[in-house]
């Protein structure tokens, strides 16, 4: 699984934003998926994870204001995330479980 994310920008807080992750290759469909971020000077962090039926789960810091998605017809996982934070500024990267591949991050800038 190859994986190509999008959708980072610079955003004040309170804002929103939506990453999109595409994957080629016929196992995305059943590759569990997860978003980390790596914030600069800290260790790269799980944000949310999602099976490959739907299950998710979010870690403590975004639950309420991100929320993980999949398409398995457009083979692309999303990111939602409102009520955005400084906090939240890092690069964000999309993995897939199967294959344990890595996108290029997409960079995310949270302005208070």
């Known amino acids: 699984v190859q994986l190509q994310a999008s959708g980072g920008g610079a955003v004040q807080a309170g804002g929103s934003l939506r990453l999109s992750c595409a994957a080629s290759g016929s196992r995305f469909k059943i590759s569990g998926m997860d978003w980390y971020r790596q914030a600069p000077g800290k260790q790269r962090e799980l944000v949310a994870y999602?099976?490959?039926?739907?299950?998710?789960n979010h870690a403590d810091s975004v639950k309420g204001r991100f929320t993980i998605s999949r398409d398995n017809a457009k083979n692309t996982v999303y990111l939602q995330m409102n009520s955005l934070k400084a906090e939240d500024t890092a690069v964000y990267y999309c993995?897939?479980?199967?294959?344990?591949?890595w996108g290029k991050g997409t960079q995310v800038t949270v302005s208070s």
């Open positions: 999602i099976t490959s039926d739907g299950s998710t």
């Open positions: 993995h897939s479980r199967w294959g344990n591949n």
